[in-house]
C-alpha cells in the first residue's frame, strides 16, 4: 500500500489529526457553548491524534477481526498515549494543560477510565471503518500528487508548530512576570488593613483604591504594571479558553486571574 510510504503515512497523520481536532471541537463547542478552537496548534488540527491514529492503525490492524483484543488493545495505546503528552507538556512547560483529576478513576489527572473508554471506541471505529476508505484516497493518488501534498502541508505544520512555540514561550514568560509582580504586591501591602490578598484582582483593585486616597503613595510604575496586567491579552487567553483546567501550582495567581478576566468577558458578552 502507498500508505505506507514516507508521504503517505504523514497524510494519514494529518486526516488523523484533523478528524481529532474536529471532534474536540464538536464535543468542547456542545459543552462550552461556543466554537473552540482546540489543541495547541492554530490549524485545524491536533498532532496527538495524528500520531493516535498512526499507533492504533499499525497496531491494531492484525487484530481487527477480533473485537475484545482490538477495543482493549486501543484503550491501552491511547491510554499510554495521553499520559505521556500530559506528562512531556508538564515538564517541558512547568504546567498542567489538562486536569481530569475530579472525575472518577484518573491516573494523577493526565488520563481518565471516561475518556479512555471513548478513545478505545474511536481507535475501534477508525480501524474497522474509517481507515479502509481513507488509505483507498490515499492510495489513489498519484506518486507526485502524493509527494507535493505531503510537502506542502508539512511546511503548513512546520510554520504553525514555530508560531505557537514562539507564543507558548511568551506565554509562561508573562505568566511568570504576572506572578512574580503579584508576589511582591502581597510581601509589601499584605500587612496593610486596606489591602486585600484573595486574588490578583483582588489586590490590584485595593492598590488602585488606595492610591486615589492617598495620592503619590503608590508609585506610577507599580500603577502601570496593575493596568498592563489588567489589559486584554488575546494569546494567553486563547490558552485558556483551548485548555480551561489547566493548573500550575508556581502561578497560581497568575492563572486565577487570566481565568477570572475570561469568565468576565464572557458573562459580558452574554448581556
Not at 26 to 36: A, D, M, Q, V, W
Not at 107 to 134: E, Y
Not at 174 to 182: A, D, K, S
Amino acid at each position: 500500500m502507498l500508505t505506507n510510504t514516507l508521504s503517505g503515512l504523514f497524510l494519514l497523520f494529518v486526516v488523523y489529526s484533523t478528524i481529532g481536532w474536529i471532534c474536540e471541537v464538536i464535543y468542547c463547542g456542545s459543552i462550552e457553548k461556543r466554537f473552540i478552537n482546540r489543541g495547541f496548534l492554530h490549524g485545524p488540527w491536533c498532532p496527538v491524534y495524528g500520531f493516535g491514529g498512526l499507533l492504533v492503525i499499525g497496531f491494531l490492524e492484525p487484530f481487527k477481526n477480533n473485537i475484545f483484543i482490538l477495543y482493549s488493545a486501543a484503550f491501552v495505546i491511547t491510554g499510554i498515549l495521553e499520559y505521556l503528552t500530559g506528562w512531556l507538556l508538564e515538564s517541558l512547560f512547568n504546567t498542567k494543560w489538562w486536569d481530569y483529576s475530579e472525575r472518577k478513576f484518573n491516573i494523577k489527572g493526565r488520563v481518565c477510565l471516561q475518556n479512555l473508554l471513548l478513545f478505545a471506541a474511536a481507535g475501534s471505529i477508525a480501524v474497522l471503518f474509517v481507515h479502509p476508505h481513507i488509505a483507498f484516497v490515499i492510495d489513489s493518488l498519484s506518486a507526485r500528487t502524493r509527494q507535493y501534498t505531503a510537502f506542502g502541508l508539512s511546511a503548513f505544520f512546520a510554520v504553525d508548530f514555530a508560531l505557537t512555540l514562539r507564543k507558548l514561550t511568551d506565554f509562561t514568560e508573562y505568566l511568570t512576570r504576572l506572578e512574580v509582580f503579584v508576589e511582591s504586591l502581597k510581601e509589601h501591602y499584605e500587612h496593610e488593613i486596606w489591602f486585600k490578598s484573595q486574588s490578583a484582582a483582588e489586590m490590584f483593585q485595593a492598590v488602585k483604591e488606595h492610591s486615589l486616597i492617598r495620592n503619590g503613595e503608590i508609585s506610577e510604575r507599580i500603577l502601570q504594571k496593575i493596568d498592563s496586567f489588567s489589559e486584554h491579552y488575546p494569546a494567553a487567553e486563547r490558552f485558556f479558553a483551548k485548555f480551561p483546567s489547566m493548573q500550575n501550582k508556581k502561578r497560581l495567581f497568575a492563572i486565577q486571574h487570566i481565568k477570572q478576566r475570561i469568565r468576565t468577558r464572557l458573562n459580558r458578552r452574554s448581556k
